[in-house]
């Protein structure tokens, strides 16, 4: 999803130089844009190894990044308790085996998507398998594209099978434990979700999480969301402006998708199943999902019935169906429902040394779990993998880590956390014209008090979502006339009706801005990755002999630079400066041969480099912030 501010286009950007640890040779002829080739001199330096918790999107995304970047100086195992073996193969477990794969679409982009490994884009967005429906922005400038619509189920499959086929990563089809030693493991990423048991079990090194700066007169504020997936029938961008024209209901569509509903507390009150027996602790506190079975709707796991389906008082059943109406969409074209709580914590650091030699880190969910209304989420969790890909690639040298060397990252993860966290806390206060917080329980309440004009609700709701299309429309593909969402508020109840207008359409200006960008400065592929050594171990999977990893594609940011604050010297190594991005026209690069092709990319002028004499270690990295537009 993408907001998009009225007053700033901008973009914060953190650039994490390419490290030198070794003298630099000039080749002639060779177009290597603002990378200088390094002598590599046998035995100089060890693999970085690196563990991973949690297999999920962003576990993958990390393990296929590094690896990409780092070729054989990495070994990367992750683990992952929802995988199975399956013959030679490591495959994500059925629904037969107790795991219910997600089923969400999820928007990603195009400062996010645009820099994954080029096999990895080259993978995930094939025909049907992603669309474009929402407009340009801040964090997907015209330079890069529009953001794309993604399902997590297909982003898991292609990066599981690549992790394997593609960038030989080991794959352990087991939670992960903490080792007794940690000699053997130089980096720890904890990519194992919000509710992470991997940073719960090492909370003396990374602090405790506080609710404190999320809460309401002393309590956590939580939001009930249902989570309806349906069979989509309308153009995925002719449901934009049907979304942003209101806060009850959000429709993020791939040719279908999930319909998430927003509920009071009086509302999820009705979210109770009924077994033989009587109720059944379901879908309120499991989250189970609820399928379709003749007239009602029944839990898949425990065989419980959903009530407000079979209920003829229930005030909810009627409100969800006369909702998804204003998608195009029945109860007939329901697939499932569940439900999930949205609430946020505050985290005090996303760095932790766990051993003299080992290194942790907080990535994705488990690192800044948000509201996923304002539609951040796994964009965050990348933009996370990306910046620590990236100083990895740049810091290491044979030996072990020190605190500085992940300063920038840190740094880029306290401004992913204040950025993403106080756009979505904006957008569960939800301020009104005056300023004043009004959550959306408040205005939902309103909304179905009564006693409402229903020629001027339906009025309110048009004016706001033509102003709504007519804005977008320079930004997008072909909307339908005006007379089409017409016909689409005509058809709601007037409680309906006059919930969306009190609901307010999306707060673009509040929790638009500057946006936190990672760019990966990164224009050459790792060297190529051998055959991997077969595992003994039964628990563990090694793939066959992997291609050639691809370069991740690095776009030049849309942006001007301001000064970067100079790097400080080691001792044996002089400052390095930084060249500015020229304004002339770039030389286009093409692929090295025996690369897989990428889209020709405009390429910076070459980095001057100052070539470094002897061991000494060189300074940390530094940042530059650049302000796009």
Known sequence: MNHNGSHFDATMKLVLPQQNRQSVKSLPGQDLGRVVKLVQRAGETKPLRVDVAGGGPVGLIFACTLRSMMGEQAKIRVYDRRWTRRGNRIAWRGEEEGNNRREQVVTLQSNVWGQLPQLVQQRLFVAGKHSEMWPLGPDSPAERGRPR?????WIEDCLLEMAQDVYGIELVP?????????????????CDGARSKTRDDLKDAFGTSSRDLYSVNGAPLDETVLGIRVKGKLPDEFTVPLTVCQNRFLFNSLGGGFINMRLTAEEASELVAYGENGPVECIGKFGCTMCPDGDKFVCDRHKSVFKPSVDALSFLWPRIADGIKFFGVGLADVVGITTFKLGMTQNPKFTAQLAPTTFGFLLGDAANSLHFWPGRGLNTGVKSVQSLAANLKARWSGRSFRAADFAAHEGLMQQLQYREKSRAWTTM?????????RGIEDRIRAGLAGGHDRQALTETLFQRLKSIKDRMAGRMANLPDDGWYRARINGLDTKTLAVMVESGSWITREIGGEEVAVDLDLKRPAAPVSAPVPVSAPARCMAPAPARPSA????????RPLVAAPVRPSVAAPVRPLVAASAAPQPVRTAPPNIPAARNVPVAPPRTVAP????????APHRSVALAG
């Open 149 to 153: 619509n993604i399902k997590i189920r």
């Open 174 to 190: 087991e939670p992960y434990a903490r080792p007794e030693s940690w000699n053997e493991v130089d980096v720890l990423a904890i």
């Open 429 to 437: 206060l939800m301020p009104d014209e005056n300023g004043v917080p």
């Open 552 to 559: 991740p594609l690095a776009v030049p940011a849309p942006a």
């Open 612 to 619: 470094s004499w002897g061991p000494a270690r060189p300074a």
